[in-house]
């Protein structure tokens, strides 16, 4: 008996020093309490969720600004089951992952404060959705952060998730001014370093 406790023991040890194993329990807190709330019909419809700045998330006493990302992670599984996004990409054999996000730090949200985070899709391309999420602190409404990503789907296409959604084509929404730029950043910044690549693959004959 206890060598079958110390064998349990060493195996979870193993597994917490090798994976983020409260990652993954938290996303399948996440998507389970998703399921039982109200489905989100319209795909540009904003979901919000809430949440409080705890000890692990600081550093000097605000939350440290990776924590940003892992909540919006969160967010994000919460949206694509609640829209239906998720339940599509796994019947149409998709996936997706992150191409690109840029976060704006506008106040930190300090040790115990509560925060509103609002996730939606904004618009769409070819090949990817982009989702704005905003932390809003419940103190007095001010916006602490911003952030945009690119959600790339891959193996099918925003299109063809849409219209298995809704069973029929959807007109995609004009980009809002910001987004756009950063669009046209993202998109500098690629040709910048694919000429960087061409130029290091020519250095290397």
Not at 63 to 87: I, P, Q
Not at 147 to 172: A, G
Request: aromatic content about 12%; charged content about 25%; some cysteine.
């Amino acid at each position: 008996m206890e060598d079958t406790l110390l064998w349990i023991l060493g195996v979870l040890l193993l597994l917490f020093c090798s994976v983020d194993v409260w990652y993954y329990i938290r996303v399948v807190a996440v998507v389970v309490r998703a399921w039982f709330l109200s489905p989100v019909f319209d795909i540009t419809g904003e979901q919000t969720t809430g949440g409080r700045v705890v000890l692990h998330d600081v550093d000097f006493c605000h939350m440290n600004n990776a924590r940003y990302l892992r909540e919006c992670d969160f967010a994000r599984f919460s949206l694509y089951t609640r829209n239906g996004v998720l339940k599509a990409i796994r019947a149409l054999g998709a996936t997706m992952a992150v191409g690109a996000s840029t976060v704006r730090y506008r106040r930190p949200l300090c040790v115990g404060e509560a925060f509103e985070l609002r996730s939606r899709i904004v618009t769409w391309d070819d090949k990817s959705f982009y989702v704005e999420q905003r932390f809003v602190s419940c103190k007095d409404g001010m916006v602490s952060a911003v952030m945009f990503c690119k959600q790339n789907v891959l193996r099918s296409s925003p299109d063809k998730i849409l219209q298995f959604l809704c069973k029929r084509k959807v007109e995609v929404p004009e980009f809002p001014e910001d987004l756009q730029h950063w669009i046209n950043f993202i998109a500098a910044s690629s040709k910048a370093l694919r000429g960087e690549s061409q130029l290091d693959n020519k250095k290397n004959e």
